[in-house]
């Protein structure tokens, strides 16, 4: 990679993704993006990773961990009143060049894996319409599931845009999220289905019972993203009380044989979220080809989005009979979703 992609990630990074969502890494990156210098810092982040999201996590985990510089007064999550008035490249920039090191030792060994508990909201009535249909317990099995946390959505309360509980009422966990576009098929949320197994597969796992993963999967969420940041807290006081099993490996490789350990008398669901835009053409194919092979001798259903496009899709197989259905756009933090289909 080189300087000018580098330049187009950043500029894509503030256009497409901090647009409406984080004002500051907004700004940030589109001054990254004409910087020779912060560039080639950047440069020395491991192949394959989001470069923006990693770049800005290293500088972020710095200021949680007590770094003091005058940038933590930009920072939401640092102060409580951060500084809104003036441009805060400059000193962002000074900060990089005095914690180098730092930075480079975060971009050689750290890892974008970001745990949006929040994408749970749409995956719940998914998930609910899914139990409807075959009557039968959930099998889960999460391909990238980094720490695991998307793999308790069934232990998660929600709420869509009124005063309703769906879920589990007890849990330390309730997330709020709003349909956007079309309407939820609010019967079926009345009961939460049961999950029979939960399985997450990862090249990397992210181990919350030790705090350093704790605290670099904090410096991945944004500054100014409180809600998401009481989310993830909440989210990892759940987990420690049922720890999901989670394997470390390839989702795609491993896939045929982990379904081998799941009994066929619950209805098995593949799920991913914003992991198959980091996957070649290649493994995408071969992903949709073990499903398919799977759903020959049991049905199984496949909820994913980012593949081909960022809507949320689920594809199933039932007595060997496929159907692909699209439910809509989906935000990345999970503030809204389209629900524009009536799932049979």
């Not at 970001?114 to 139990?131: G, K, Q």
Request: glycine residues 4%; aromatic residues 10%.
């Amino acid at each position: 990679m080189n300087t000018t992609r580098t330049a187009e990630r950043f500029h894509d990074f503030a256009v497409n993704e901090c647009e409406g969502s984080s004002e500051l890494y907004k700004h940030l990156s589109l001054k990254v993006a004409k910087d020779e210098e912060l560039l080639r810092l950047c440069l020395e982040a491991r192949e394959g990773q989001p470069v923006p999201n990693l770049f800005f996590a290293a500088v972020h985990d710095l200021l949680l961990r007590g770094a003091n510089h005058a940038l933590a007064s930009f920072y939401q999550s640092v102060t409580d009143n951060p500084d809104r008035e003036r441009d805060p490249f400059p000193t962002f920039k000074a900060f990089c060049m005095e914690n180098v090191d730092a930075i480079f030792h975060r971009l050689q060994t750290k890892r974008v894996q970001t745990n949006e508990v929040r994408r749970c909201a749409y995956l719940y009535p998914v998930f609910c319409s899914i139990h409807q249909r075959t009557k039968k317990p959930l099998s889960l099995i999460e391909i990238g599931t980094s720490a695991g946390l998307q793999l308790l959505w069934d232990q998660y309360s929600y709420s869509y845009g009124d005063d309703q509980f769906y879920g589990n009422r007890d849990s330390f966990v309730h997330l709020t999220s709003k349909v956007r576009k079309g309407a939820l098929p609010l019967d079926v949320l009345e009961w939460t289905p049961s999950v029979k197994e939960r399985v997450g597969i990862d090249l990397h796992v992210s181990d919350l019972t030790i705090e350093e993963n704790v605290q670099w999967l904090k410096a991945l969420l944004w500054p100014e993203h409180e809600e998401r940041r009481k989310n993830f807290d909440a989210a990892v006081q759940q987990l420690k009380k049922a720890p999901p099993h989670l394997i470390v490996g390839d989702g795609v490789a491993l896939l045929p044989e982990v379904v081998k350990d799941i009994q066929d008398d619950s209805t098995l669901c593949i799920f991913h979220t914003h992991v198959a835009n980091q996957m070649p053409e290649s493994v995408k194919d071969e992903l949709l080809r073990r499903v398919a092979d799977l759903g020959q001798g049991r049905d199984v259903f496949h909820i994913y989005n980012n593949m081909n496009d960022r809507k949320l899709h689920v594809d199933s197989y039932v007595k060997g009979c496929f159907k692909t259905e699209t439910i809509g756009e989906t935000d990345g933090h999970g503030r809204w979703f389209d629900w524009e289909l009536e799932m049979q």
